[in-house]
Nanobody, 120 residues
Framework: QVQLLESGGGLAQEGGSLELSCVASGSVYAMNAMSWYRQGPGQQRELVAA???????NYANSVRGRFTISRDNARNTTYLQMRALKTEDTAVYYC??????????????WGQGTQVTVSL
């Protein structure tokens, strides 16, 4: 059993910062690509940022230059540092990871989501 647990969401003012964390627990052998998605009110889920095991990153145009994704492979953790927040960043943020368990095939795992609300 492998689980992803997010933390760090909450309330911020426009222009402020928040950092999200996502840790994998359970029978984890290795972490492949790790990503953050978000789903705003009435919107489809969209990719925010992704990072591969070697640290190569990819960002949505809407967050490039403001958000930074990183990972700590030793801790099976990924982070999303969010700066210069805008009201349109308000969404539920989900962590996603491809995880190789100690036994069995690679799993596509999702966290439960954490709410980020940005106010004026």
């Amino acid at each position: 059993q492998v689980q992803l647990l997010e933390s760090g969401g909450g309330l911020a003012q426009e222009g402020g910062s928040l950092e999200l964390s996502c840790v994998a627990s359970g029978s984890v052998y290795a972490m492949n690509a790790m990503s953050w998605y978000r789903q705003g009110p009435g919107q489809q889920r969209e990719l925010v940022a992704a990072i591969n095991p070697n640290g190569r990153t990819n960002y949505a145009n809407s967050v490039r230059g403001r958000f930074t994704i990183s990972r700590d492979n030793a801790r099976n953790t990924t982070y999303l540092q969010m700066r210069a927040l805008k009201t349109e960043d308000t969404a539920v943020y989900y962590c996603q990871a491809e995880i190789a368990p100690r036994v069995g095939p690679i799993l596509d795992c999702w966290g439960q989501g954490t709410q980020v609300t940005v106010s004026l």
